[in-house]
């Protein structure tokens, strides 16, 4: 199994940064992806940003130029850098890791995990 642990929310004043990351950890062969996925109340979950294992990202249009995603495959770990933010970016923020797992069977197998979610709230 593998879990993801996110940090880095919590509180900003509009134009303000904010940076969030999330480790997996346990089986891990490869991270083949990461990203990160938002949901406002009574709103759908939404992407935000993604990043292949690779490198390549792309973004959703109402953060590019503002967002920045990267990732460190020594750490199996994503970063999200949050510039100039906007009331409108408040949600709760989900990281999401598209896995190649080992087994101790050396079998490796794809599989998606989903974070807890972290809020993030922008003031005025």
């Known amino acids: 199994q593998v879990q993801l642990v996110e940090s880095g929310g919590g509180l900003a004043q509009a134009g303000g940064s904010l940076r969030l990351s999330c480790a997996a950890s346990g089986s891990i062969f490869a991270v083949n992806a990461m990203a990160w996925y938002r949901q406002a109340p009574g709103k759908q979950r939404d992407l935000v940003a993604r990043?292949?294992?690779?490198?390549?990202?792309n973004y959703a249009d109402s953060v590019k130029g503002r967002f920045t995603i990267s990732i460190d495959n020594a750490k199996n770990t994503v970063y999200l850098q949050m510039n100039s933010l906007k009331p409108e970016d408040t949600a709760v923020y989900y990281c999401y890791a598209d896995v190649r797992t080992i087994a101790p069977t050396a079998e490796l197998n794809d599989y998606d995990y989903w974070g807890p979610g972290t809020q993030v709230t922008v003031s005025t």
């Open positions: 990043i292949s294992g690779g490198g390549y990202t």
